[in-house]
C-alpha cells in the first residue's frame, strides 16, 4: 500500500439521527473521532483527500478501561477544495475483536481524549450512499504503532493508520485510497463541525 497522511479530529456531541437519516435511529455519541487521509504523506498543508468519522457509543465501563461501540460510521470524499464529491454511511460496522468493541485505557474515563483514539482496531465493513447512483464503499483500516521519526512528528499528536477504500463493484474497480502506515494527526480544534 502507498503511504499518505491521515487526520484525526474528535467532537464530543453530536445528533446522528439528522446527520445520517438511514440510521434507524437517533443516537447522540458520546465521542466522535475523524481521520483525514491526505494526498502526500506526511504534509499537513496537501488536500484531505477522504475523512473517515466514528461515532462510539460507551458500551463497557471497567474501572479507566472503556469498550466502545462503533455506532456510526461516515467516511466522505473530498475534492481540491475541501468540498464533498460522494458520502457512505453506515450504523454499527464491523469492529474485528473478540467483542466487536474498540476497548481503550484512559487517563479520566470521565474524559477522554483525541489522543487515545489514534490506534483504532481493525474495522471493516461496507457502507451505502444517500445518493442516488453512488455505489457502495468497502472500507477496511487498523491503527499502527507511530514511531516518531528523526525531528519529531508531522502532527502535534502523531499516530499510523492503514486504509483501503474501494467502490464495491463487480468486477471491482481500483480501490480510491490504499495506504499503508499513514501518518495520523489529532488537532485539538477541528476547523469543521462533524461531516454531514
Known amino acids: 500500500m502507498k503511504r499518505s ?3 484525526l479530529v474528535s467532537l464530543s456531541t453530536l445528533m446522528v439521527f439528522t446527520l445520517y437519516p438511514d440510521v434507524a435511529q437517533a443516537l447522540i455519541p458520546d465521542f466522535t473521532v475523524t481521520y483525514n487521509l491526505r494526498e502526500t504523506p506526511g504534509d499537513p498543508f496537501s488536500d484531505i483527500t477522504f475523512t473517515i468519522t466514528l461515532g462510539l457509543m460507551k458500551d463497557t465501563v471497567d474501572g479507566d478501561d472503556i469498550g466502545w461501540k462503533v455506532a456510526v460510521i461516515t467516511i466522505r470524499e473530498l475534492d481540491e477544495n475541501g468540498d ?6 453506515m450504523a454499527d460496522p464491523f469492529v474485528d475483536t473478540n467483542d466487536n ?21 481493525w474495522i471493516h465493513d461496507c457502507a451505502s450512499s444517500p445518493d442516488t447512483g453512488v455505489s457502495d464503499l468497502d472500507f477496511d483500516f487498523q491503527g499502527n ?3 516518531e521519526p528523526p525531528g519529531g512528528p508531522p502532527y502535534d499528536t502523531t499516530g499510523s493508520l492503514d486504509a483501503f477504500l474501494r467502490l464495491a463493484e463487480t468486477p471491482p474497480p481500483q480501490p ?19 461531516p454531514s
Open 5 to 7: 497522511n491521515v487526520s
Open 84 to 89: 464533498v464529491l460522494d458520502r457512505w454511511s
Open 101 to 121: 468493541l474498540w476497548w481503550i485505557t484512559h487517563a479520566d474515563p470521565d474524559n477522554p481524549v483525541n489522543s487515545e483514539f489514534v490506534l483504532p482496531p
Open 145 to 147: 504503532t507511530y514511531n
Open 176 to 194: 480510491k485510497k490504499d495506504d499503508d502506515d499513514a501518518d495520523v494527526e489529532v488537532p485539538d480544534f477541528p476547523e469543521s463541525p462533524y
